[in-house]
């Protein structure tokens, strides 16, 4: 079964409007999340690296004051699109990382399709 | 800055045949190549992970290879099947970033046909 739980796994809004997708571990402890944007037919582009109990790192580029990420707990991790526009369309994914050393893995979530009118 | 590209984009191929994705990234100093099975509209799976001290790794029907001095890596998958219709996408991992701080190609649309 899968190991991080991301929803919604679609959503459509009005421009203007705030849009929170979750990402939850469901059986391991991730202190470390990380969150990629999708556009069509294009690659994944990492934008923030979510660490638990501390504020996220965001890659070059990614508006923070835009794309808010809170990381409260071991097994969640949020990220607001604040005040989306058509152009935040995309396809958001979120993976978290579990185990140690060599036994560490990555899973990713199963997206989220955001849709903005 | 390290780049990532996959050929072919697309790939259509009928079901039986043996077919190779290509991979290619400009910095050798990287931890790990893996490379993502992705299907329209869902998340990643990961199919194969190959260390930089590796030259292949191989489950079931697929292999994959590294060369990290030239900066490539192939996937290959033998007697292709309809259910192997998807992107797939490889990624690298940095030297010098964490875990997870992936940079990914922009992928290869498999369709394979009955």
């Known amino acids: 079964g899968a190991v991080v739980s991301q929803h919604p796994s679609r959503v459509i809004c009005k421009s203007g409007t705030s849009v929170k997708i979750e990402c939850r571990s469901l059986?391991?402890?991730?202190?470390?999340m990380f969150w990629y944007r999708q556009f069509p037919k294009q690659s994944l582009m990492l934008m923030a690296t979510?660490?638990?109990?501390?504020?996220?790192?965001?890659e070059q580029g990614v508006e923070k004051d835009k794309f808010l990420i809170n990381h409260a707990s071991l097994t969640l991790s949020t990220l607001t699109v604040t005040s989306a526009h058509p152009e935040d369309s995309s396809f958001y994914i979120c993976?978290?990382?579990?185990?140690?050393?060599?036994?560490?893995?990555?899973?990713f979530g199963s997206g989220t399709q955001l849709s903005v009118l | 800055k390290q780049e990532v590209t996959q050929i072919p984009a697309a790939l259509s191929v009928p079901e039986g045949e043996n077919l190779v994705l290509n991979c290619s990234f400009t910095d050798s100093a990287i931890y790990n190549l893996q490379w993502f099975r992705q299907d329209p509209g869902k998340g990643l799976t990961s199919l194969l992970l190959i260390q930089s001290s590796q030259r292949e790794q191989t489950s079931g029907r697929l292999n994959a290879s590294l060369d990290k001095s030239s900066g490539r890596s192939t996937l290959y998958i033998a007697a292709s099947q309809p259910g192997d219709s998807a992107t797939y996408l490889c990624a690298v991992r940095p030297i010098g970033t964490s875990y997870g701080k992936l940079t990914f190609g922009q992928g290869t649309i498999l369709t394979v046909h009955p």
């Open positions: 979510s660490n638990e109990g501390s504020k996220a790192t965001y």
């Open positions: 059986d391991f402890q991730a202190t470390t």
């Open positions: 993976s978290a990382s579990g185990g140690t050393g060599n036994n560490e893995k990555l899973f």
